[in-house]
């Protein structure tokens, strides 16, 4: 059983989240999109999100700016999205859940442990954004989003080659079209000069990092880095995946976080 959207009133936002698996009984897991996507709806994280839930009982969060919380743009910055998440899990009663964050959903994830230790009992990164200054996205890059963000026609010929399903493709790409240009402002100058990677040797909790050989978007070498500033971090690379691994591979992902949280995580 999936939710209606749900809304969580914040200081400061409202955001939006669905539920799966609610009154299963299952341990909790906070799941978090990648940018310029959403948890809520969304039919690319469908899949992963429906095997998830078979072990999980799973909130899936639309982060400040995105989906069912794209109102929520007055004083979006990194850091307001990355507390948002250790509120979240404060409010909801979620503290000790297991994290599970795509692409920069996997940086907010690490960055709110390294802000706020102690919310999460262990983090699932899939291949996430870098935590240093190496492999960063051009801050140019975002002209693209700024200036064609409302182009849904346009913005498929960016994205589709990205996915291996084209129901996929249109998914991100209708998520784009409900984002503010003022977050793709605000975003990439911010995210190219925020470097954490320092801070990571705090987060004391077990992590699972799943790289793909083929992304495209973020380095192989950088993904290492990021996972070598863990001091407790399991890093697994799938030579035949790319950086929509969650969305291209669901089974595969899920199998991974799953043997994660029973080898390593669950008491």
């Known amino acids: ?127 996430p954004g870098a935590a240093g200054n190496s492999g960063r996205l051009d801050p140019a890059s975002g002209a693209v989003m700024i200036e064609h963000g409302k182009d849904h026609d346009f913005l498929m010929g960016v994205f589709a080659a990205s996915y291996k399903d084209i129901a996929a493709a249109v998914s991100h790409v209708d998520a784009i079209v409900e984002m503010d240009s003022l977050v793709h402002a605000t975003f990439f100058p911010s995210f190219s000069k925020l470097n954490v990677l320092d801070q990571l040797a705090k987060v004391e909790i077990p992590v699972l990092l799943l790289a793909g050989a083929q992304d495209s978007v973020i380095q192989l070498s950088t993904l290492h880095e990021t996972a070598l500033a863990f001091p407790n971090c399991k890093e697994v690379v799938f030579t035949t995946e790319g950086h929509a691994m969650p969305i291209d591979s669901p089974d595969l992902t899920a199998s991974e976080i799953v043997a994660f949280w029973k080898n390593n995580v669950r008491r």
């Not at 009133?9 to 959403?38: C, M, T, W």
């Not at 994280?45 to 069912?68: M, P, Q």
């Not at 009663?93 to 442990?113: D, K, P, V």
């Open 1 to 127: 059983m999936v939710s209606e959207i749900r809304y969580a009133s914040l200081d400061g936002a409202r955001l939006g989240y669905q539920v799966h698996s609610e009154g299963s009984g299952k341990p909790n897991a906070i799941f978090a999109h990648g940018y310029s996507g959403r948890s809520t709806d969304m039919k690319a994280y469908e899949a992963i999100l429906r095997d998830l839930a078979e072990e999980f009982t799973v909130y899936a969060l639309d982060l400040r700016g995105h989906g069912a919380s794209a109102s929520e743009v007055e004083g979006w910055s990194i850091e307001a999205s990355t507390d948002d998440i250790a509120a979240f899990a404060t409010q909801l009663g979620l503290i000790g859940a297991l994290y599970i964050g795509h692409s920069f959903g996997g940086f907010t994830g690490m960055y709110c442990e390294a802000r706020h230790p102690g919310t999460f009992s262990a983090l699932c990164l899939i291949t």
